[in-house]
Nanobody, 120 residues
């Protein structure tokens, strides 16, 4: 059974930075695409960034140039570096495991989420 545990969220001022981490266990981490979703109050969950098993990346337009997704297969850990944070980035951020090596195949396992709050 896959387990995903996020960490690194918190309160930061606009313009600041955070790095989220997601520790994965229970499967061969390197075989699957991974992603970061977020959900703000009253809004649907949205895919923020994704990385394939071959390290191809995807970013939502709203975070391009500010967020960087990366993975360390030796540590079974996924990261999301978030720079130039804006109040509209405030949300619960979830780590997700892809159903295959490609992120276009969807995501089927989720972590419990970590809160990111950006103050203006």
């Amino acid at each position: 059974q896959v387990q995903l545990v996020e960490s690194g969220g918190g309160l930061v001022q606009a313009g600041g930075s955070l790095r989220l981490s997601c520790a994965a266990s229970g499967s061969i981490f390197s075989n699957n695409a991974m992603g970061w979703y977020r959900q703000a109050p009253g809004k649907e969950r949205e895919l923020v960034a994704a990385i394939s098993s071959r390290n191809s990346t995807y970013y939502a337009d709203s975070v391009k140039g500010r967020f960087t997704i990366s993975r360390d297969n030796a540590k079974n850990t996924l990261y999301l570096r978030m720079n130039s944070l804006k109040p509209e980035d405030t949300a619960i951020y979830y780590c997700a495991r892809g159903n295959s090596g490609s992120y276009v195949g969807g995501f089927g396992s989720w972590g419990q989420g970590t809160q990111v709050t950006v103050s203006s």
